[in-house]
């Protein structure tokens, strides 16, 4: 290790780690291992293999780089190819699989690592410095979301400040104990969070895990507290029991209403650019053929676009292809050049031990929107 860290000129902690990363990849990926010689992945989307199998046995990692690599595999992914996928956009997809397929339950993975949850504060350059908290996923996901919304809430009345800017200055400001606002000048809304729950995990009969938006995969414990906690709202949206996706919403009118934005918001996840990891709350609903060339207003002709995106499809030649009710649109390029649409990796519920579903219900999960203070 040594010599490798002289030979590259790097420290030893960073040979080492490249050590550990080409003995993994030429010993257990060598799907992941084909796909990086061929050039069809690049050593980002490598690293990321290695990193979310780390710590799993070789039954587990075979079947996550199966699922990922083997295109011919039985519960192979219906999302892009890796290389397809930004790194960022990838790790998401990777590590939601591990998670829901990790041989120790995620609830027991989630209780050990409660126990690891702590501050931690990094001086940087040019008098700056980082703050950071491990959190559990909900509980940072909800802060990052109430922070979002009071920004957003601030960015009319203050064009000085970016929306990045103005979250650090809310955070700052209620740690510190002082407001970042003029007492009166915005009211403090409250984030919502949507949570898909399956409805046999949040009667306690199975132990799925539920899913966050813009997270991922939550132990059902916390599903389940909070629904107990008092959910402001509950959302119950049909999903096809064969392979947990929305089914169709139709509408005529332009206007799209709260439930089938929140359709849209699962379907999508992010922004559907490629490569934009733009997240639902911060996106706008677009029809994919437009309401005055007839587009109609069903989950068929609508995407998530960030403002970047929205303002690029309508300026240039970039376009949108078309979606479905289980996809998310694909994107052409000026150049002709199509992009697929990252489609959500959903999988089948879980039924309770021996429940034998005679005709699959079409109710098999439930949608709730709850409110973090």
Known sequence: ?????????????????????????????????????????????????????????????????????????????????????????????????????????????????????????????????????????????????KASALGRGLQGADGSRTLTQIRADIAA????????????EVPSPQADVLVTVPVFSLLGLTEEPAEVDGFGPVPASIARRLVAGGAGSFYRVLVDPRDGASLEIGRTSYRLPESLKRWLRMRDGACTFPGCSNQSLDNENDHLTAWQDGGATGISNLGQVCPKHHRLKHASAWTPAQATQNEPPGWISPTGRHYPPEQQDREPTHWPPGCIPHAPSPLEHATILYLAA
């Open 173 to 184: 400001g209620l740690l510190l104990g002082s407001a970042s606002q003029q007492p009166g």
């Open 1 to 145: 290790m040594a010599e490798v860290a002289c030979v590259l000129t790097i420290g030893e902690r960073v040979a080492s780690a490249l050590l550990g990363e080409a003995h993994a990849l030429t010993t257990s990926l060598p799907a992941a291992l084909d796909a990086l010689q061929a050039g069809s992945i690049s050593w980002q989307h490598a690293r990321i293999v290695v990193d979310e199998t780390a710590g799993l046995p070789l039954a587990a990692v075979s079947a996550l780089e199966s699922h990922f690599f083997d295109p011919g595999a039985p519960d192979g992914a219906r999302c892009a190819t890796p290389g397809e996928l930004v790194p960022s956009r990838f790790r998401r997809k990777v590590r939601a699989w591990r998670e829901r397929h990790h041989p120790e339950s995620l609830e027991k993975r989630h209780a050990k690592s409660v126990a690891d949850r702590r501050m931690e504060y990094t001086p940087d350059r040019d008098g700056m410095g980082w703050i950071s908290l491990y959190l559990p996923g909900d509980t940072a996901c909800a802060i990052w979301n």
